[in-house]
């Protein structure tokens, strides 16, 4: 149902780097600021990554953003056992004219 | 401190009727546009809705048109979303947040109330 695609899990070991790709079209990500949740089972999403690149505040500098085209990429550096949770991408999408967020990714500290 | 706190969620049978509220403190709310999100229980996120400041400007996902309806009242720094006719694939925890329409604007997400369709 999602127009925005992620693979559903990624996992890495404390210490190490994963990397979330987002996959979309000229219509949403191509032509809009995307946006990266980190959403912790059973509470509610957080912004980690706005306007493609930048971290609000209190956001670490190990989670980083990146678009080209019509894909970004959500960079997490330095893994720890907290960072285990969902990750999604989002976006507005101008054909649909609605917002429209990813398929979701499951990150797991091995 | 923000606060975003939903209220009005419940068990509702196929095709009945719900009002969800989201009661705002803490920024200004007239200053935001506002969204709800939902999420289906084990699945991911999905947006439903968003209004603009001044209420004037709505938009929906095609899965709820013309059975929900977003609305607001600046004065009571509320956001409401009426839900008529619903369905056992509305069940889902909703969520109210902001709508960041410029770099300025700030992310808030209230913790969410459980909706149930079912008979």
């Given at each position: 149902q999602s127009v925005l695609t992620q693979?559903?899990?990624?996992?890495?070991?404390?210490?190490?780097?994963?990397?979330?790709?987002?996959?979309?079209?000229?219509?949403?990500?191509?032509?809009?600021?995307?946006?990266w949740y980190q959403q912790v089972p059973g509470t509610a999403p957080k912004l980690l990554i706005s306007d493609n690149d930048k971290r609000p505040s209190g956001i670490p500098d190990r989670f980083s953003?990146?678009?080209?085209?019509?894909s970004a990429t959500l960079d997490i550096t330095g893994l720890q056992t907290g960072d285990e949770a969902d990750y999604y991408c989002g976006t507005w999408d101008t054909s649909l004219r609605v917002y429209v967020f990813g398929t979701g990714t499951q990150v797991t500290v091995l | 401190e923000v606060h975003l706190v939903e209220s009005g969620g419940g068990l509702v049978q196929p095709g009945g009727s719900l009002r969800l509220s989201c009661a705002a403190s803490g920024f200004t709310f007239s200053d935001y546009s506002m969204s709800w999100v939902r999420?289906?229980?084990?699945?991911?996120?999905?947006?439903?809705?968003?209004?603009?400041?001044?209420?004037?400007?709505?938009?929906?996902?095609?899965?709820?048109w013309?059975?929900?309806?977003?609305?607001?009242?600046?004065?009571?720094?509320?956001l409401y979303l009426q839900m008529d006719s619903l369905r056992a694939e509305d069940t889902a925890m909703y969520y109210c947040a902001t709508y960041r329409d410029s770099p300025v604007h700030k992310d808030y997400w209230g913790q969410g109330t459980l909706v149930t369709v079912s008979s």
């Open positions: 693979p559903p899990s990624v996992s890495a070991a404390p210490g190490q780097k994963v990397t979330i790709p987002c996959s979309g079209t000229r219509s949403n990500i191509g032509n809009n600021y995307m946006s953003g990146s678009k080209s085209g019509t | 999420q289906a229980p084990g699945k991911g996120l999905f947006w439903l809705a968003k209004i603009t400041q001044d209420g004037i400007h709505k938009f929906y996902v095609d899965a709820v013309g059975r929900f309806t977003i609305s607001r009242d600046n004065a009571r720094s509320s």
